[in-house]
């Protein structure tokens, strides 16, 4: 199997070329940043329906669980998806 990046021969078993991977090195820097982008997105996307909860509903006691669930939990996943983003980029 050739590579379609570098066109060199690959293992068939390979899940990444070894000639491609070799030279590109992640840095543990590269993966924060990625990561507090992913979560800064998710973040701000998550304020969103938040404050449409609270203006549309009010702060009713059940609401505001809801509301401020929904920011931490799309910060969480673009913190994940930022990381695992910038790991695989092979910067």
């Known amino acids: ?3 379609s990046k570098c066109g060199q021969d ?17 840095t ?3 993966v924060i940043r990625g990561g ?5 997105i998710g973040l701000f996307l998550g304020l969103l329906p938040m404050i449409w909860l609270l203006y549309h509903f009010g702060a009713e006691r059940g609401i505001k669980a809801i509301a401020f669930t929904v920011p ?6 673009g913190l994940i998806i930022g990381m695992v983003k910038a790991k695989r980029d092979w910067k």
Not at 36 to 40: A, C, N
Not at 72 to 77: C, D, H, L, N, R
Request: charged residues 20%; proline residues 6%; hydrophobic residues 30%.
């Open 72 to 77: 931490i939990a799309t910060f969480t996943t």
């Open 36 to 40: 507090i982008r992913g979560g800064s």
């Open 10 to 26: 690959v293992p068939a078993d390979a899940i990444y070329c070894p000639h491609c991977v070799g030279e590109r090195k992640t």
């Open 28 to 30: 543990d820097q590269d």
């Open 1 to 3: 199997m050739l590579c």
